[in-house]
C-alpha cells in the first residue's frame, strides 16, 4: 500500500531533550516536506527536499533540522525543543511527474506536546 | 516566498446549499493549485487540483476556478452534505526549477447543517 509514515504519533517531552521524528515513504517520491499545524495559522512549511542531500528552509525552520540521505526517508530533528515547539506535525512527499508538481500524501501526522 | 491568503475562515451553510472558498496567492510564476480537505483528527487529503493553464476543473460536486490575471482561485462545492463539514485549504506552489514549495491557505472550517 503506498504510504507515508511517521513515528511516534504522540510524543510528550521535556524542554532541551533533543528528539527525532521519523517520516519514510515507500512511493519513491522525490519530494518530501514537514509542516506544523497550529490553530488559526494553518500548514506552515518547516522545511523541504527535492531530493536526496538536497535540503531547503521552508517559512519556519528555525529550531529544527532534517536530513536526507536516503529517498524514502526524511526525519525532523529538534536539538532543544521548546514548549512553542508544541505542535501537529505532518510529513508529506509528491512525485515530479514530467517535471510537474503532483499531488502531496500526508502522513498521519504526530502530535508533540513540550513541557 | 509565495503568499496565500483564504477566506473565509469559517463558513456555515445548510445542507443542499453551495458553498465557495477563495484564495489568493502573490506570485504570478505559481502554477499549481491543489485543495485539500482535512476531517477532524485527520490528515489532509487531495480533493481537487489545477494547473495554471486551465481556467476551470470540476470533478462531481466540485469546482475549482483560476483567475491567473487577478491571482485567485476558489473552490466551489454544490449540493453540500454534512459528510462535506471539514477544514478545507488551498495550496499553490512555483515551477519546480523556481524552487517548489508549496504553501497553504491558513483554512477555512466548513460546517453543513442539516
Known amino acids: 500500500e503506498a504510504q507515508v509514515t511517521q513515528n511516534p504519533r504522540y510524543l510528550i517531552t521535556v524542554t532541551g531533550k533533543k528528539l527525532t521524528v521519523t517520516c519514510s515513504q515507500n512511493m519513491n517520491h522525490e519530494y518530501m516536506s514537514w509542516y506544523r499545524q497550529d490553530p488559526g495559522l494553518g500548514l506552515r512549511q518547516i522545511y523541504y527536499?527535492?531530493?536526496?542531500?538536497?535540503?531547503d528552509k521552508g517559512d519556519v525552520p528555525e529550531g529544527y533540522k532534517v536530513s536526507r540521505k536516503e529517498k524514502r526517508n526524511f526525519p525532523l530533528i529538534l536539538e532543544s525543543p521548546s514548549p512553542n515547539q508544541t505542535s501537529l506535525y505532518f510529513c508529506?512527499?509528491?512525485?515530479?511527474?514530467?517535471?510537474?508538481?503532483?499531488?502531496?500524501?500526508f502522513g498521519q501526522g504526530t502530535r508533540l506536546t513540550v513541557v | 516566498g509565495e503568499n496565500v491568503e483564504q477566506h473565509p475562515s469559517t463558513l456555515s451553510v445548510q445542507e443542499g446549499d453551495s458553498a465557495v472558498i477563495k484564495c489568493t496567492y502573490s506570485?504570478?510564476?505559481?502554477?499549481?493549485f491543489p485543495w485539500y480537505k482535512q476531517e477532524l483528527g485527520k490528515r489532509p487529503q487531495l480533493i481537487i487540483d489545477i494547473r495554471s493553464n486551465v481556467g476551470e476543473k470540476k470533478d462531481q460536486r466540485i469546482a475549482v476556478t483560476l483567475n491567473k490575471t487577478a491571482k485567485h482561485f476558489s473552490l466551489h462545492i454544490t449540493e453540500t452534505q454534512p459528510e462535506d463539514s471539514a477544514v478545507y485549504f488551498c495550496a499553490a506552489s512555483l515551477p519546480i526549477n523556481s524552487g517548489y514549495a508549496l504553501n497553504f491557505g491558513k483554512g477555512t472550517s466548513l460546517l453543513v447543517t442539516p
Open positions: 527536499s527535492m531530493n536526496v542531500e538536497v535540503t
Open positions: 508529506a512527499s509528491s512525485l515530479f511527474l514530467g517535471g510537474m508538481n503532483t499531488e502531496a500524501f
Open positions: 506570485d504570478s510564476a505559481s502554477n499549481y
